[in-house]
């Protein structure tokens, strides 16, 4: 009785007192929660209300008197509204303007001649009704006075309004609505395909007796090494208006959906492996022997077992390769013609157009699904982790001839088009001048005679990736220590998770939007980072954060969670234990995530494309303006360059790795 | 009722330990509450704690036990109460500005620091040199019985010998009070009841007040000074090993801890009724006329031959062996009788009587009672 209904007695819930750990900690954590607030949530909210800004000339603002020749008798006060209505000198579609628009004031006086004696006045009828004379500024209800010479050089200045103006624009625009159409259509035919050769990839290495499996599974990782444009370049080779396969397309163009599904097809193929290959790794023999058992035949344990097993897996790797392919812009630039996707029209608006508000639109319409796949696969993968917790005995194939010859097969034809691509690349980096002169040089390697930026751009990209891989392996890291291993504090570490598991769901190039609107600003205190190398760093990290920090939670989870009370209690400062110990015991972890990053900043090109300067270009940015110059073979160099370094910087990883952990990680061996 | 009853014991245990120590305790909690949002894990827990006392704090799974010991290290603070080491406030101090040496189930070793290293974490940074630092390392590996293994890795060591580790690396800095969290739970039986002796031996030696949180009754019963029995986030008990089995204050202490038969009965008049039999009892805590559980433990049932039964022998209950098994050391013996209709009787008799009475299945005899063994609890708690 009294056990039920004893309640607390009234008073303070008793709080601890911080300790130096404590506000460290904190203090640590509000740091690196302050940068994801800087380089994540501030841009992303300066984007969207970008998207709902429009500017444009309010005549009704703006009242005119004109004198006579004498410059004394005035007429009547009338609004440039009243005027253009008589006059019809600016049509309603020119009233729209961006921020920087200008309306000569003389458009509303047809007898206007600079050299005439009479007068204007000018004055706003609110207070907000800005116009130039020459380069100043004048904002006043007062009448202000010009001569004729004066006059003429008057211009009014658009107004700023909020609404959902440029959304409707968007929508009724049937070229850029048409872009969302294009989008899912590639996403989800590519998504179709890669699950497919993906999941069947997965099986032959899971599942099968076959031979080579360990240079299969290092073929198919090669597409991470390159940028998502490589293979369009290839393609290009291959199937374009000079290719050597051309009539194998007999009369289809690679240029548009063909290319893109085809090159994103080989770009999102490893991810998909790796997902689906974790998910099929899992399975339970005992599963397998219970079907057998109950004369299931295979074709109905592969139903029944199988991929219900695997669900998850392939519900995940499907959602990733869609946020992948639909956020791509690389590819569809280089080979999608007159074929418009989302990420193309953001190019088109904000380079093309410099019209920054259409970006902003188009941007946050391609968060959509991003943000979409995003919630879905978060969801699946809570699941999926329940299921790897349950004790089972490994899945062990049998031996199977056919069965082999099969997965054989499968495997081969995927290695030869992922070798086959990366191959092409290089012979046309190699070829003197396709189709004419096939020799073999070096000349398309001079970059430096080339526009895109020349061998500088590869040392940025050198600089950039091992700045991202350093400043940007301690960041997530240290951030995934505090969140899991502070006490107390709930509220903030739930935003803060919340803030490292965002970058997951926006796009590379929504994200560079974002940037120019946020740290372009001259108001902000930032701005001094714009155009320079810390931004590209700050924009690598942020876009490639959520893997890292998933990867280094997973380490720090492994790790018995009384380290942190057995360390204070020993009165030792919890910075002695992550250094003599956590750190230590993580480093595979750590050094995992610093290859990640660094491979990731070598290739991206959505992240950074529309804020680097030209100091700073990159190599992936080179690839892509080196194509766009016509300068194919040249963007095919680079594009291996950029293989080499990567493939160099893995081997380098791998070896590192198996050294510092002989050295440091010699208590792992009983 | 029983409240009220747990209280009396309570306040009598504890009156016990006052008298046997004039110094002022050295840990005092003072109604401590816990709760995790609706659930109450703790509830007026109030506890002394002497200098160099070694505590066991026992309890079923999820009764609160690790709960109170991590709200003594700061880990998890209580939501209401104080707690006081030394005579002063340590409610709202961090963990770190608290005295006290911690080991865990897991052990927590530092996996890639070796055993040296690991002992000598805490000492660091203490104003010691290295040349202190060692001799002290190497003494507390003498200590606890590990001079050989001081530099390999804490995966390169058995349980047991991970276990001393943990447990050198807390007593390294000397401190006031020794928290061990099921420390022996992790281990086979053997080594347990091996380092069971050795822990208690080291604490003895160190004169370290230490707190054991244990669900294993044997290893409460071994090495505890006191016990502290928990359940449902209350302290039912507090009392040295033989009142807590002695003794149980309440029907969950004398169910929780040993063996015992349970029988429902009426008290009246310092008796209760069994059947037709009348058993006296020396209990007085209860009220007449009381609906009460009887508890009787097996080892206090006496064998006698069946011809002792009858002639209005006082406390004697004629029964039949339904059946016996051999323990070793004793019979455990399963017995049926018409007083108490289908639940049987549980008694452990030892191999002299079992020969001198020739008892055996299907025998009959007759057993005792004794009414000072005879412990009486009011239902409907």
């Not at chain 1, 039920?4 to 911080?18: D, I, Q």
């Not at chain 1, 020749?69 to 609004?79: A, D, Q, R």
């Not at chain 2, 071994?222 to 009392?239: F, K, L, P, Y």
């Amino acid at each position: 009785m009294a056990e039920t209904t004893a309640a607390l007695p009234p008073g303070r819930r008793v709080r601890l007192r911080l300790d130096r750990d404590g506000i460290i900690k904190r203090l640590f954590m509000g740091v690196i929660a302050l940068y994801l607030i800087a380089a994540l949530a501030l841009p992303l909210y300066a984007m969207l209300s970008k998207s709902f800004v429009t500017y444009g000339f309010d005549l009704a603002r703006y009242e005119f008197q004109v004198s006579d020749e004498t410059g004394t008798v005035w007429s009547e006060p009338v609004t440039a509204e009243a005027l253009n209505a008589d006059l019809g000198a600016v049509p309603a579609d020119d009233l729209r303007s961006s921020s920087d628009g200008r309306l000569s004031a003389t458009v509303f006086f047809p007898d206007f001649s600079f050299r005439s004696p009479v007068k204007y006045r000018l004055r706003g009828t609110t207070g907000d009704a800005p116009w130039l004379v020459g380069l100043d500024l004048k904002n006043t209800t007062d009448w202000q006075e010009y001569d004729s010479n004066t006059f003429r050089r008057i211009n009014l200045r658009p107004v700023k309004s909020v609404g959902v103006q440029n959304y409707a624009e968007y929508f009724s625009n049937p070229t850029l609505f048409s872009s969302i159409q294009n989008s899912l259509y590639i996403a989800v035919i590519s998504t179709v395909l890669t699950v497919v050769f993906a999941f069947g990839f997965a099986y032959a290495i899971n599942r099968s007796c076959m031979p080579f499996k360990g240079a299969f599974r290092m073929i198919a990782m090669m597409p991470i090494l390159v940028p998502s444009l490589l293979p369009g370049i290839a393609l290009i080779y291959l199937f374009g208006n000079q290719g050597m396969l051309k009539s194998l397309l007999m009369g289809q163009s690679i240029y548009g959906p063909l290319g893109i599904v085809i090159g994103s097809v080989f770009f999102t193929f490893p991810h998909a492996l790796i997902i689906i290959s974790t998910a099929l790794s899992i399975a339970d023999q005992r599963q397998y022997e219970a079907a057998e058992s109950l004369r299931a035949s295979k074709w109905r344990t592969f139903w029944t077992v199988t991929i219900p097993g695997a669900r998850y897996g392939l519900i995940s790797a499907a959602f990733v390769t869609f946020t992948l392919v639909i956020t791509d812009f690389g590819l569809p630039k280089v080979i999608g013609g007159q074929y418009n996707v989302l990420a193309i029209d953001i190019y088109k608006q904000v380079i093309g157009q410099q019209n920054f508000e259409m970006g902003a639109v188009v941007s946050v319409i391609l968060l959509i699904p991003a943000v979409l796949a995003f919630l879905v696969d978060r969801q699946v993968q809570k699941k999926q982790v329940s299921l790897l917790s349950a004790r089972s005995v490994p899945y062990q194939p049998r031996p199977d001839r056919r069965f082999e010859a099969l997965c054989l097969a499968w495997c081969g034809v995927m290695a030869v088009f992922i070798v086959g691509i990366i191959a092409i690349c290089q012979y046309a980096a190699l070829i003197r001048f396709w189709p004419y002169d096939l020799s073999l040089s070096l000349k398309n390697y001079a970059f430096d005679r080339m526009d895109g930026g020349g061998w500088a751009a590869y040392w940025n990209s050198i600089k950039l990736a091992l700045m991202t891989a350093g400043i940007g392996t301690v960041v997530i890291f240290t951030g995934a220590y505090m969140v899991e291993k502070i006490d107390g504090f709930k509220t903030g570490r739930g935003l803060f998770q919340f803030l490292a598991m965002l970058p997951m769901a926006v796009p590379g190039m929504v994200l560079g939007l974002a940037y120019i609107f946020f740290f372009n600003n001259p108001a902000n205190p930032l701005h001094f980072i714009y155009g320079t190398m810390i931004i590209l760093v700050i924009s690598t990290v942020t876009h490639f954060y959520t893997v890292g920090h998933l990867t280094a939670l997973t380490a720090l989870k492994q790790i018995d969670a009384e380290f942190e009370p057995v360390a204070s209690s020993l009165r030792q400062p919890f910075y002695k234990l992550f250094a003599r110990v956590t750190v230590p015991v993580c480093l595979p972890a750590i050094l995992d995530i610093s290859i990640y990053l660094f491979v990731n900043a070598m290739t991206t090109v959505s992240a950074v494309v529309f804020i680097y300067s030209t100091h700073t270009a990159l190599a992936s940015i080179a690839v892509l303006n080196m194509d766009d110059a016509g300068d194919i073979a040249p963007a095919a160099a680079m594009g291996m360059m950029i293989f080499y370094t990567n493939a160099g910087a893995r081997i380098l990883h791998a070896l590192a790795s198996r050294r510092i952990l002989n050295r440091t990680q010699a208590w792992r061996l009983r | 009722m029983v409240a009220m009853t747990r209280r009396g014991a309570l306040q009598a245990s504890a009156g016990n330990f006052v008298a046997d120590g004039s110094a002022p305790p050295y840990l005092e909690i003072a109604d401590l509450w816990k709760s995790f949002g609706d659930f109450v894990a703790l509830r007026e827990v109030t506890l002394d704690i002497a200098r160099g006392e070694f505590v066991c704090f026992l309890g079923p799974s999820g009764c609160g036990k690790t709960t109170l010991l991590r709200a003594i290290a700061g880990l998890d603070p209580q939501t209401r109460g104080t707690i006081r080491q030394g005579g002063e406030d340590i409610s709202g101090l961090p963990p770190s500005q608290r005295d006290f040496g911690i080991v865990f189930q897991s052990y927590a070793l530092f996996p890639n620091l070796t055993v040296r290293r690991n002992i000598a974490f805490g000492l660091e940074n203490t104003g010691r040199s290295k040349r202190e630092i060692d001799a002290r390392v190497t003494e507390l590996l003498d200590l606890v019985g590990l001079p050989e293994q001081a530099s390999k890795y804490p995966a390169q060591l058995s349980g047991g010998q991970q276990q001393r580790v943990a447990l050198a690396r807390a007593i390294a800095i000397d401190p006031g009070l020794l928290l061990l969290d099921e420390p022996l739970s992790a281990l086979d039986a053997k080594v347990r009841v091996h380092l069971r002796h050795q822990i208690k031996e080291l604490q003895r030696k160190l004169g370290v007040t230490t707190i054991m949180v244990t669900h294993d009754q044997e290893e409460a019963l071994s090495m505890a000074d006191r016990i502290v029995v928990i359940n449902r986030g209350r302290i039912e008990q507090v009392g040295t090993p033989t009142e807590i089995y002695r003794e149980p204050a309440s029907l969950f202490v004398a169910d929780f801890i040993g063996e015992t038969n349970k029988v429902a009965s009426t008290y009246r008049a310092g008796a209760v009724t069994l059947g037709d039999a009348v058993i006296a009892t020396s209990e007085t805590r209860v009220v007449d006329g009381a609906a009460v559980t009887v508890a009787v433990r097996p080892e206090d049932i006496l064998p006698h031959r069946a011809e002792d039964a009858g002639n209005g022998a006082a406390n004697m209950l004629p029964v039949t062996i339904e059946d016996m098994e051999f323990l070793g050391s004793y019979w455990r013996t399963h017995l049926r009788s018409d007083a108490l209709g289908a639940t049987p009787l549980v008694a452990n008799f030892s191999m002299n009587a079992v020969r001198r009475l020739d008892l055996k299945p299907g025998a009959a005899m007759a057993v005792e009672l004794p009414a000072e063994r005879v412990l009486v609890f009011a239902r409907g708690a």
